[in-house]
């Protein structure tokens, strides 16, 4: 059968379906992907260390730059473990969403107005799917890269350039020159060779200097393309902000000009990609972009950060939004009153957790044995409170409290490097909390575990007094979970008491993890020490002495 020969034709309509229809199926897959995905409960999610490091770092340059109302500072997101519960929550499609999910919970300050905006965005994406996975897809344009290293010159927009980068320029366009005027003269076009070994030499040397800056220029080039990708969707309910989004984008064309060209990459086709690298090679492209980009970024930053920001909290109110489907979860509910009223509290990190109700209206003491639920209780606390005044979302039935600044002193530890012994880095955690109390502002929420154990006992029960006394006179609410029950004693009149208790059986002890009212009254560490076989003797004496103390007051 003989071939027309006009077959070629047909490969024009086969290569346009191809090359317009392969977009159509990958972003169809990418989005049925992502449907699949929601709600799902994650696996273990935890980020390593470093990248948790490098997440938190658009955060400590943001806060070096503006003030926070609210902030969560870096004590009582270690002492909380918030780092567990970001990596929970994280959700988000790119890094930037990671970012600025982080700083978010960073602020517990933010003004009730911008709070219920950030709630109406939150319902949003968790009622509107074809918002949502609108929104994500454009958001994938960012990557979850870590290590960027662009929160640097977002906020400091230093770059280290070449004094004359003209020189750049020249060298980029002798190629260029020589092969147009080697159409005359063809022995010009010999010069390519040593204009080619030149400009090769200069990308290699100026690639190992300019790495980190170049890094982070492509990153931004990878936001500035999702925040273009979001400003084109149209949803009503984001119109207001979408509109002042492309405003942004608009006063970024010129940097997009030159993105495309700095962003080339390798491919995994290694003809391609070989090609690639020489192409950037030939006309310094990396060099040449690097010089025109960096001017421009610095007289654009500001259109810059609020492109940033918009990219990131969207990704981060999405995160929110998947993060509410994955277990029971209430909307707090805020009140004038100084006071944090709970029920069903759990803490967020906890699969199968407890819940409590509580009522926390004044200075309160919890008792109890270790392992009995205190510090857990009070860190469920603490993180719901942060959680409710930024991402209104509480692991509880019902959660209605004042807005309030949200401070810890637990988990302090020696420090070799600095020489700080337990004692004095329980004393400077109390110091911070004292300063922070007599600042203007919101009411604080302090919450203390085990206070000044570094010291001997009379001297901890002698300052533990007098602090706690002096913390009840601020405009503070306090909870001190400890083992001293001669605090509830000294401080009956003033702070009010709670306990978690236990029960010795046959297999152990077991505990209950309820929070009851009043002090802890058991025995139950000398009752463990009958259980677990010790001599009656030395159980015996320890129960003589423990009545003692109790009846007198004090050691015979």
């Avoid at 601020?474 to 009149?493: P, R, S």
């Amino acid at each position: 059968m003989p071939v027309s020969p006009f077959w070629p034709l047909f490969l024009i309509p086969a290569a346009a379906a191809l090359l317009f229809g392969l977009p159509f199926f990958t972003r169809r897959a990418a989005r049925r992907q992502l449907q699949a995905q929601w709600g799902e409960k994650p696996g273990q999610r935890a980020l390593d260390e470093d990248v948790l490091a490098d997440i938190g770092e658009y955060h400590r340059l943001r806060r070096d730059s503006q003030p926070y109302a609210g902030l969560v500072d870096d004590s009582t997101w270690r002492d909380l473990d918030m780092d567990a519960v970001l990596s929970r929550m994280n959700f988000c499609q790119s890094v930037a969403g990671a970012e600025v999910l982080h700083d978010l919970l960073r602020d517990t300050g933010l003004c009730g107005e911008a709070l219920a905006a950030r709630e109406a965005r939150i319902s949003l994406f968790q009622a509107d799917e074809e918002a949502r996975l609108d929104c994500q897809l454009a958001l994938r344009k960012v990557g979850r890269a870590s290590f960027h290293g662009a929160a640097r010159h977002l906020f400091h927009p230093d770059f280290n350039l070449p004094a004359h980068p003209w020189r750049y320029y020249l060298l980029a366009a002798l190629p260029l020159l020589l092969l147009i005027t080697g159409l005359f003269f063809p022995p010009l076009l010999l010069a390519l060779i040593p204009a080619f070994g030149l400009n090769m030499f200069i990308h290699y040397r100026t690639d190992m200097r300019y790495h980190g800056q170049a890094g982070a220029l492509r990153h931004l080039g990878r936001v500035l393309a999702g925040g273009k990708a979001l400003s084109k969707l149209k949803i009503p309910a984001l119109k207001p902000e979408l509109d002042r989004l492309q405003e942004d984008i608009r006063a970024l064309n010129s940097l997009n000009r030159w993105l495309p060209y700095f962003q080339m990459e390798r491919t995994a086709d290694p003809n391609f990609g070989f090609m690639v690298d020489l192409y950037k090679i030939f006309f310094l492209l990396d060099m040449v972009s690097l010089c025109r980009i960096s001017g421009k970024v610095t007289r654009n930053i500001e259109a810059l950060r609020r492109v940033y920001r918009f990219v990131g909290e969207r990704d981060a109110e999405i995160a929110i939004a998947a993060w509410r489907g994955t277990a029971a979860y209430c909307k707090p509910v805020f009140i004038e009153e100084k006071a944090l009223l709970a029920q069903g509290l759990a803490h967020p990190l906890l699969d199968d957790p407890v819940p409590n109700d509580f009522a926390w209206e004044r200075g309160t003491l919890i008792t109890g044995s270790n392992a009995s639920g205190k510090s857990t209780f009070i860190k469920a606390l603490a993180v719901n409170a942060i959680l409710a005044q930024t991402v209104l979302t509480c692991r509880a039935e019902s959660l209605r409290l004042c807005r309030a600044r949200v401070m810890t002193a637990m988990a302090m530890k020696d420090s070799l490097l600095t020489g700080e012994s337990y004692y004095i880095a329980e004393i400077k955690a109390l110091k911070r909390i004292n300063l922070a109390a007599d600042t203007p502002g919101l009411p604080l929420f302090c919450l203390v575990d085990e206070i000044l154990r570094g010291t001997n006992t009379v001297e901890r029960i002698a300052a533990s007094t007098a602090v706690l006394t002096s913390f009840i006179s601020k405009n503070m609410l306090v909870i001190n979970a400890t083992h001293d029950v001669e605090l509830v004693a000294l401080l009956e009149e003033k702070y009010g008491n709670a306990h978690f208790s236990e029960d010795i059986a046959r297999e152990g002890m077991r505990f209950s993890y309820r929070i009851q009212p009043g002090p802890a009254r058991g025995r139950n560490a000398i009752r463990l020490l009958a259980h677990l076989g010790f001599d009656p003797g030395i159980v015996s004496q320890a129960e003589n002495l423990s009545r003692y103390f109790d009846e007198n007051g004090e050691w015979p």
